[in-house]
Structures are given as structure tokens and as C-alpha cells.
């Protein structure tokens, strides 16, 4: 087993783990980031995409904000329907200029990818048996699997940025996380087409049969979410 050292190990390559580990990096902290999918996983599975301001501001601090600049879909306001009218609200006005950029996640990797690439500190694909063990030490570890050698990272720190369904929260010892969950009781259908979207900005709107969002990816992809039921079969859907 290869034994390997760093001062944060952080687990997931989503946008959060891509972006603490180039943080870090500006910081001059070393970091080494391990994920289960491959690159191109990572990249295209489809995911949010709206910015808010706060992280748009932080993006360009951290200086991965140039394609943002330049593709990036800002929205000063929304539209909100109900009972068969169109109502706009300006969010810039009322927030002091705060905006939403449309932007998609898998755009956001890929830029994130590409400077944790550029500053040649460790991102490694494809690791397979990931675990995370002596979380109550002062000196956590992270095993894995890649390129067919077993690796014990250990770590000053271990960061779980590998989402709800990852391995890293079910290892957090018992009694220190208090959960609160409210569990809904229906469910969203999306769309992704390849078209123009119809509306400058995204259009909320509540109809007697329930809820649906127009929205946006690009100025060529149009995003649209509708409400269904969270326990009925596609199978009963017509084409």
C-alpha cells in the first residue's frame, strides 16, 4: 500500500471540492482531491445553473472567472406568474445591485478542473474503494484504489465534499450531527432541450395544477421543470 501525506484530503472533485482545493492552494495549503467518477463524468452530468452573487464575486477573486465573464447569463430580475398574469420583480433594484448569473454547474467544473490542473497539485479520477477512517485523530486518513495501487492518504484534515449519497457522511461518529428534514410531497420533472430559450429571465409560475419554472442554461439551452407526483410510474406517461 502506497502511504501518502497531505495537510487536507478532500473527497469529491463537484464544484466544492474543486473550489476548496484551489483556495486552499491561493493560501498555500496543500490539498490533494480524490473522486470516484471520471473526468468526463464529473464534467457532464447535469447538474444546477444559476450563480449567486456571492459565489460569481468569489469565482473571480479566486481568478477562474474569465469564461465566466464572457458566457455567463446575468439576470437583474425574475418573472413571477399566477392566476393567468406576468409579474416582474427587479432583484438588482432591491438588493443593491445582487443579481443571479445563469451559468451551469458542469461549466463551473470544467473551469475549477482546468486550474487544479494548472497548478499540477494531486486530482485523481476513477479511485474506486474509497474510504475515510480515524476521523477523531489528529490525524485522519483517506484510502483508495488507483491505478490498480492501494493508497493510504493521511491527512491533517479530511474534507466530505462528496455530497449526501457519498461515503463520507455515514462516517461522521454518531451524535454529532443533528439532522432536520422536511420531506415534501411531490417532485420535479426536467427538461433540457436544445432550444432558444423564449424568456429573458426565468419565469416562476403557479397553476392549478401545480408548479413550473422556465428556465435557462445558455443562450441555446432551455431548462423547464414541472411538478408531478412523487409516486407515479413513468410508465404511465405518454410520449
Known amino acids: 500500500m502506497g502511504s501518502l501525506r497531505t495537510q487536507v484530503g478532500i473527497v469529491g472533485a463537484g464544484p466544492a471540492g474543486l473550489m476548496l482545493g484551489h483556495l486552499l492552494h491561493l493560501n498555500g495549503i496543500d490539498s490533494v ?15 444546477a445553473g444559476v450563480l449567486e452573487q456571492g459565489t460569481v464575486d468569489l469565482l473571480h477573486a479566486m481568478g477562474v472567472g474569465d469564461r465566466l ?3 455567463g447569463l446575468r439576470h437583474d430580475g ?15 433594484s432591491l438588493t443593491g445591485g ?7 454547474q458542469n461549466e463551473v467544473v470544467k ?10 497539485r494531486p486530482l485523481h479520477f476513477e479511485a474506486e474503494h474509497v474510504s475515510v477512517g480515524a476521523l477523531e485523530s489528529s490525524r485522519p486518513v483517506i484510502r483508495f484504489r488507483h491505478d490498480d495501487a492501494d493508497h493510504e492518504l493521511q491527512c491533517d484534515f479530511v474534507a466530505g465534499c462528496d455530497g449526501f449519497h457519498g461515503v463520507c457522511r455515514p462516517s461522521i461518529p454518531p451524535g454529532v450531527l443533528t439532522i432536520y428534514e422536511r420531506v415534501y410531497p411531490f417532485g420535479w420533472l426536467g427538461i433540457l432541450a436544445e432550444a432558444t430559450p423564449s424568456s429573458e429571465e426565468l419565469v416562476y409560475t403557479l397553476h392549478e395544477r ?30
Not at 33 to 47: G, K, L
Not at 78 to 92: P, T, V
Not at 98 to 104: C, D, L, M, Q, S
Not at 111 to 120: K, M, Y
Open 78 to 92: 425574475l418573472y413571477i406568474s399566477f392566476k393567468g398574469e406576468r409579474h416582474h420583480i427587479d432583484m438588482a
Open 111 to 120: 473551469d475549477l478542473i482546468d486550474a487544479r490542473v494548472a497548478t499540477s
Open 69 to 71: 465573464r464572457r458566457e
Open 33 to 47: 482531491i480524490v473522486e470516484n467518477r471520471s473526468r468526463d463524468y464529473v464534467i457532464d452530468r447535469v447538474r
Open 98 to 104: 445582487k443579481a443571479i448569473t445563469v451559468y451551469g
Open 210 to 239: 401545480g408548479f413550473a419554472l422556465f428556465s435557462m442554461r445558455s443562450p441555446t439551452i432551455t431548462r423547464l421543470y414541472l411538478q408531478v407526483p412523487p409516486d407515479e410510474p413513468i410508465e404511465r406517461w405518454s410520449d
